[in-house]
């Protein structure tokens, strides 16, 4: 693929640790953009020295962040993954393929843990339950939600995804299902993540993000046919 077709968009609250190992991931010729949401540990400074485009968000929240990076992006293709060193983004390529070549719309990363503690019990827990909801509400038979994740980006804006919390990954994949996108995942590495997880690292955290995805999946269905 030629230089500046692919942007990433990489959600970044305290990941002062595990960026120079994501940025140095990040395929030759994409552009990293790092969307700081709040850190206090230079997270910010440390990926705009490394050469990442650095963009501000002040609203707390893991789809806020993603979706200001999704406005920011101006490649044909974007992909998300999340900054603590969990995913490798070095394998967003093969993602990026399968849209190039027309045979799937939004492919997202189905994580397999590689390390002891890569995936938290309560975490795991909380995504079956999800993957079980959405197969009821979209017929999908997707066995995991995870952060990373590859689409066209004129058809990500075009979702109108509104959610700035928990329930922004899940949102997304409604609204695509629901516009008949076709969605696949394939299998990726999942690595014990660097820092301390903001989200689903505590059972609290879990079910906070388990209550805001319910939210999204009591959203009506659309009826726009919004295809790629």
């Not at 200001?68 to 060193?85: M, P, Q, R, T």
């Not at 490798?88 to 390390?115: E, F, I, K, N, W």
């Not at 922004?168 to 301390?196: F, I, S, T």
């Amino acid at each position: 693929m030629s230089p500046m077709t692919v942007d990433v968009v990489l959600p970044c609250l305290d990941e002062a640790e595990a960026l120079p190992w994501v940025l140095a991931r990040i395929p030759a010729g994409w552009r990293a953009i790092v969307v700081d949401n709040g850190s206090t540990d230079g997270s910010a400074a440390l990926a705009a020295g490394l050469g990442a485009t650095v963009v501000h968000e002040p609203r707390r929240g893991f789809g806020a962040a993603c979706h200001a990076g999704l406005v920011a992006a101006d490649a044909e293709f974007v992909c998300f993954c999340d900054c603590d060193a969990s995913l490798d983004p070095g394998l967003l390529p093969g993602l990026v393929r399968t849209v190039a070549d027309g045979s799937t719309d939004l492919v997202l990363g189905r994580r397999r843990p590689t390390g002891r503690g890569a995936w938290p019990a309560h975490a795991r827990a909380g995504n079956l339950a999800l993957s079980w909801l959405l197969r009821r509400r979209t017929r999908l038979r997707l066995r995991d939600l995870g952060p990373m994740r590859a689409a066209r980006r004129e058809a990500l804006l075009a979702l109108c995804l509104s959610d700035r919390r928990s329930g922004y990954p899940l949102q997304m994949v409604v609204r695509a299902a629901d516009a008949g996108w076709r969605v696949r995942e394939v299998d990726v590495p999942y690595l014990p993540r660097r820092g301390r997880s903001k989200v689903t690292g505590t059972w609290r955290g879990t079910w906070q993000a388990v209550h805001d995805m319910r939210k999204v999946l009591d959203e009506p269905a659309s009826t726009d046919d919004g295809r790629p």
